[in-house]
């Protein structure tokens, strides 16, 4: 099995995106998702994580307040709601699911979606 991305494109500075998660032969909602995005040339950093929950009103916010990571259990999806983007916000975003927010190694993970932030 595999994550699939998706909502990924171009966005002016100070716009949104809204990023999906997706689980292809196997229950998302099982699992605890972690968004990480990736610079070319750059290490993968963590975004933010999500644990399993079977109540999906729960979310997982940034510090900065811009990013919200959502689940949508009747859809078997997760969300990452992006706002407030930045040029430095431009990578390739990849959700990975894994059995807690804590662990170190993946369970299933996918082929990314490219974001880009510009003028």
């Known amino acids: 099995g595999q994550t699939v991305e998706s909502g990924g494109g171009s966005v002016q500075p100070g716009g949104s995106l809204k990023l999906s998660c997706a689980a292809n032969?196997?229950?998302?909602?099982?699992?605890?998702v972690k968004w990480l995005r990736q610079v070319s040339g750059k290490e993968r950093e963590p975004v933010l994580c999500?644990?399993?929950?079977?109540?999906?009103?729960v979310v997982s916010k940034s510090l900065d307040g811009r990013f919200t990571v959502s689940r949508d259990n009747a859809k078997n999806l997760v969300h990452l709601q992006m706002m407030d983007l930045n040029p430095e916000d431009t990578a390739v975003y990849y959700c990975?699911?894994?059995?807690?927010?804590?662990?170190?190694?993946?369970?299933?993970w996918g082929q990314g979606t490219q974001v880009t932030v510009s003028s």
């Open positions: 999500i644990a399993s929950n079977y109540d999906d009103t």
């Open positions: 032969g196997f229950t998302l909602n099982y699992y605890a």
């Open positions: 990975v699911a894994l059995r807690d927010c804590n662990n170190a190694e993946y369970d299933y």
